[in-house]
């Protein structure tokens, strides 16, 4: 008896050996991480077909890529150093929710940082106090890349719109196309609207965002519906 | 005709049954077979002159299934003497070793002891002693494990695989299920779920580690793909075919959707795996099996405890010598020793002490009868208090306790009328199952346009349909009935008779030795003027020497005690159902009933009043004429059976119309019928006409049962729906009946009965839920209930455990039977 229990206990765990080392040997074998790798090469065809490709603020070291109407933009890290606040994050008019009703003194601090300067709200996350390690030159691109390796988690894949997203904070995303010749939604800057809302916005009379609901699944792929602004662009 | 019965291996469901049957049933010179699901046995009557055994098997194999060889396997160990090194050693097993028959034999120098396993159909253990011998050693007392019960290993074999296929498919299942409805279980999320295999950002790993999680179970569950498939192409798909379709679907879908995923990079069709389907279906499936077989073992217990009965071994006279062989080493004429609370290993005849038998294990007698030098003692039975030898006269397949077993046997593998609609069910189920399947996933894929869904249709309806529960619901029940009558005494000669028992209304009591205990006693001697009642007795007794009948039995036995000295008889002749005619010392005599009187011509005269008082206290008068003229009158009565008046008022009050039928005259009949209870009597009947007395209920639209135990009874046993012989009885009326009872107490007729009603009304529970869940499983899988209200569709996991569900709910109803006890207080 001792020594079945024994035997189905070394099954149990050399199952979990042998599903952990399958993993890890088929990502050291080969790279299992298509959407890491897909991700990459579609957030430059993206960029490529801007009209107005990224641009590094050399004060900031962060490479910025605006929305075509201006009124949004992603913010990702050329170089990460532990003094700075955030590595990736989205900055958007705040102009458009003023006038819908949202009340700046009830937004947290870290929305407003750039509210004096720019007249901008941002949302965005600090990723890691590793430095990035470029091969070669560095480019829009590569410390994308960069970044997708450092804090991999913050990129998934949409499969409801057929996009891939950077989550730069809680419910906040910057999605594109996989395929720009199959999708009419090729740049989407998505908001999560529950902290303005909770600062008096009425989501309806928000100006040059979309207030919908979108379909979404969990880490776990759990599908489910929540309601975002959004602000889609087709790059064609 | 020849009739056989082979193990069959490799069956899953009823529909495999129905296959084997087709298969063999149209070989040229089959003239009937029938294949049991649950006893997975089949048996088969065939011409042997143009059909060999071995083309049968040959179709079996041909068939997709196996045939299994009970080679009856024995082990032995034999302490040896003598033995100086190893070398001696070597010489006893090569010497063993060249008996035939010998399997293996391996001797232990150290133990000095010879572990020999042989066929003892060729060797005998005798022969492996004298080996011994002749090597030139010394063969010492051995110690002869029991015979290897083959069924029961196998069995144990079957379950030990099942229980480890399972193991398997449960060990990679259960993390394979957790992974894949990691989303249905998010409000679980505090349960880890490593971040590598989150599909919608490592989509590969997550195929990757789906995949090798199924191939083991695919592996385990291998024989529903080798079997199924080939049941399938060969156009009898069974059980195995719809869980290797559903699984495959299932598999394939999800190997698309994998290189849809990886190649085609459209990531949103991991979604679309279901890996954990066709996992834990198997998975599942094999609990379900391997569950089904361990219930299945337990329904032939009683057969089991019967086998358990004989000894293993014999003491047997050999010359002074008392030596101790194997029991299936005893022959006929060896004389055999049994000491007090030993038990008796075969059948025979006493030679030599007196002592008290207990066989209440063959016949429920609950006290020990006595047994003197030329009675017959019988295997199994325990000799209570005084050494006896004895003649061995059958050993073997012969012994009266190897006959019960066959019979129990052959019953438990019998099928019921009842089982033909589960049978014809059965036989097209499986193709109409994957129409169903097919039409369902085909409209629902028009309807919607979701490969998906269509599929998980497809896959849902093919395995809440397999049809294991239908093919068990019959058999089991019977098994487990039948082998429950075994124990209280009640032989089912088959599965009809275990059937039909359950709808009699009507039973008919033979009265003598049935209702009465058939030793009849002589009461009264009323003379004529002309003889005296010595002189009668004599004449009487010595004309009825010759006669078989209980009252002539019972006048002999009565002229024994009064020590007359019978007379020389010329012409004898027994007058069927009227009585005898003799001539002794040149006067002509009849003896007989009042029809014999009648029917001679021969008048009652003065004695016609004390032949009413006599029949009317239930006594039966023989009328003795003496050259024409009545001479006198011999009453005799029997004693009825204690238990006759219970049996027949709970017979009574289960709403059984209880019928005596007899040859004496009406009034005894109807005295006798008071005494216990009944109330229609069929008196003066004879004994080629009670099977039309029979008949004539039978046109009344009764059921009718016969209880009888003569020779005279047969043909009315053969004549009623059921006939019951009982043990006490010859073996003409047992090889006529339709049940047998072991002993002689009336009581075990309700019992039967109760016991056949409850079995039927247990096989329709199990045909109710068997068919149930098909036939409401199956609208529901169809997604019947989503297209009418918009409700629930049935998941493929959520089906197959429905289906195991099935099979274990209908064995454990089965099962329930085990507990049956007569309801005597009715």
Not at chain 1, 89 to 113: H, I, Q, R, S, T
Not at chain 2, 331 to 347: A, Q, T
Not at chain 2, 544 to 573: C, D, M, T, W, Y
Not at chain 2, 746 to 774: E, H
Request: charged share 25%.
């Amino acid at each position: 008896m001792m020594k079945k229990t024994i035997g189905k206990m070394a099954a149990v765990l050399l199952l979990g050996a042998l599903a952990v080392y399958s993993e890890r040997e088929a990502n050291a074998a080969f790279n299992t991480d298509i959407i890491g790798q897909t991700a990459v090469t579609s957030f430059k065809a993206m960029i490529d077909a801007l009209e107005f490709p990224p641009v590094i603020d050399d004060m900031e070291k962060m490479w910025i890529l605006t929305a075509p109407d201006g009124e949004a933009a992603f913010w990702w890290r050329a170089e990460v150093s532990s003094h700075q606040m955030l590595d990736t994050y989205l900055c958007f008019d705040a102009e458009p929710f003023v006038n819908a009703g949202l009340d700046l003194n009830k937004l947290p601090a870290e929305m407003k940082g750039m509210l004096k300067e720019r007249d901008k709200l941002m949302v965005g996350r600090k990723l890691s106090k590793e430095p990035l390690i470029y091969d070669g030159e560095v480019t829009a691109i590569s410390s994308f890349e960069q970044i997708v390796k450092l804090d991999r988690e913050t990129v998934g894949y949409h499969a409801a719109l057929d996009h891939y997203g950077v989550t730069v904070a809680d419910g906040n995303l910057v999605e594109w196309a996989k395929d720009m010749g199959k999708n009419d939604k090729d740049l989407v800057f998505v908001l999560d609207p529950k902290v303005l809302i909770d600062a008096g916005v009425d989501p309806s009379k928000v100006e040059g965002w979309a207030y919908a609901k979108v379909p979404l699944e969990d880490s776990r792929g759990r599908k489910f519906e929540a309601e975002k602004f959004l602000k889609p662009f087709d790059l064609k | 005709m020849e009739k056989q019965t082979l193990a069959i291996g490799g069956m899953t469901c009823a529909a495999c049954a129905k296959r084997i049957e087709r298969a063999v049933g149209k070989l040229q010179g089959i003239a009937s077979a029938s294949v049991n699901f649950a006893t997975e046995k089949l048996s088969v009557e065939y011409d042997g002159t143009r059909l060999a055994l071995q083309d049968i098997e040959k179709k079996i194999i041909d068939t997709g299934y196996n045939v299994l060889k009970t080679s009856a396997k024995s082990s032995a160990t034999i302490p040896i003497g003598g033995m100086t090194c190893a070398a001696c050693a070597k010489r006893v097993e090569k010497a063993l070793g060249k008996v035939e028959g010998v399997l293996s034999a391996s001797v232990n120098f150290a133990t000095e002891k010879a572990t020999v396993s042989y066929d003892p159909q060729q060797a005998k253990l005798s022969a492996l002693r004298a080996a011994i011998e002749n090597a030139g050693y010394k063969a010492l007392e051995a110690q002869k494990s029991g015979a290897v019960d083959e069924d029961k290993l196998r069995k144990e074999k079957e379950i030990r695989a099942l229980r480890r296929k399972f193991t398997v498919a449960a060990i990679f299942g259960a993390p394979l299920l957790y992974l894949a409805m990691a989303s249905m279980i998010w409000w679980l999320w505090w349960l880890p779920f490593p971040a590598s295999l989150r599909p919608m950002q490592y989509p590969l790993n997550y195929i990757i580690v789906q995949i090798v999680l199924t191939v083991p179970i695919l592996i385990a569950g291998r024989n529903f793909y080798t079997v199924g498939f080939k049941a399938f192409f060969q156009g009898s798909p069974n059980m195995d075919s719809l869980i290797a379709i559903g699984t495959s679907a299932a598999v394939l879908y999800s190997l698309w959707a994998s290189y849809d995923t990886i190649f085609n990079q459209n990531f949103g069709s991991v979604n679309n795996l279901y890996f954990e389907s066709a996992g834990v279906i198997i998975a599942l499936i094999l609990l379900g099996k391997t569950l089904e077989a361990i219930s299945k073992g337990k329904t032939s217990e009683a057969i089991k405890k019967l086998m358990g009965l004989a000894p293993k071994t014999a003491t047997v006279i050999q010359g002074d010598k008392e030596i101790e062989i194997p029991i299936d080493e005893v022959e006929i004429g060896h004389v055999i020793l049994v000491r007090p609370g030993g038990k008796i290993p075969v059948d025979g005849v006493i030679t030599e002490g007196h002592s008290a038998v207990d066989e209440s294990m063959l016949t429920g007698e609950s006290l020990p009868i006595d047994k003197k030098p030329g009675d017959k003692i019988f295997a199994a039975t325990i000799n209570k208090n005084g050494v006896i030898r004895f003649e061995a006269t059958k050993v073997g397949s012969d012994t009266a306790l190897a006959q019960i077993i066959k019979l129990v046997e052959d019953a438990q593998g019998s099928k019921a009328p009842i089982a033909a609609m589960a049978d014809i069910v059965s036989g097209v189920f499986v193709p109409v199952v994957c129409v169903v399947a097919v039409a369902a996933a085909v409209a629902w894929f028009w309807y919607t346009k979701d490969v998906t869904l269509a599929l998980t249709i497809f896959i849902s309806v093919l395995i809440i349909a397999c049809p294991c529960a239908l093919g068990l619901a019959t058999p089991t029940a019977i098994m487990v009935g039948t082998g429950k009558g075994a124990e209280y005494g009640i032989l089912f000669k088959g599965g009809e008779a275990l059937e039909t028992t359950h709808k009699i209304d009507t039973i008919v009591f033979d009265k003598t030795g049935t209702i009465t205990e058939g030793k009849p006693e002589v009461t009264d001697i009323v003379i004529t003027r002309e003889i005296d009642e010595k002189r009668l007795l004599l004449l009487s007794a010595s004309a009825e020497k010759g006669s078989e009948h209980p009252l002539g039995e019972a006048i002999v036995r009565k002229a024994e005690e009064e020590k007359l000295e019978f007379l020389p008889v010329i012409n004898f002749q027994a007058l069927i159902g009227l009585g005898i005619e003799a001539t002794i010392e040149n006067t002509h005599i009849y003896a007989g009933n009042r029809k014999l009187m009648n029917e001679k011509g021969i008048s009652l005269g003065e004695l016609e009043s004390d032949s009413d008082r006599l029949a009317g206290e239930g006594k039966t008068p023989m009328y003795i004429a003496l050259d024409n003229k009545l001479a006198g009158i011999i009453a005799v009565a029997d004693v009825v059976k204690k238990s006759s008046e219970e049996a027949i008022k709970v017979l009574r009050n289960m709403g059984i119309t209880v019928a005596m039928i007899t040859g004496d005259n009406l009034k005894t009949a109807n005295a006798i019928a008071k005494q216990v209870g009944i109330d229609r009597v069929l008196a003066e009947v004879l004994p080629q006409d009670k099977s039309n007395e029979v008949k004539k209920l039978q046109e009344e639209n009764r059921k009718v049962a016969m209880v009888g135990d003569g020779i005279n009874d047969a043909p009315a046993l053969v004549q009623a729906d059921v006939g019951i012989a009982i043990g006490s009885g010859t073996d003409v009326a047992m090889e006529s009946a339709d049940i047998v009872l072991m002993r002689s107490d009336l009581m075990d007729v309700p019992t039967a009965i109760q016991l056949s009603r409850s079995t039927i009304r247990n096989i329709k529970q199990n045909l109710f839920w068997a068919f149930a869940y098909n036939t409401a499983g199956i609208p529901v899988a169809a997604g019947v209930l989503r297209f009418l209200f918009g409700g629930p569709l049935l998941d493929p996991i959520l089906a197959a455990a429905a289906m195991s569900l099935s099979s274990v709910s209908v064995l454990t109803n089965a099962l329930r039977l085990r507990g049956f006890r007569p309801n005597r207080s009715i």
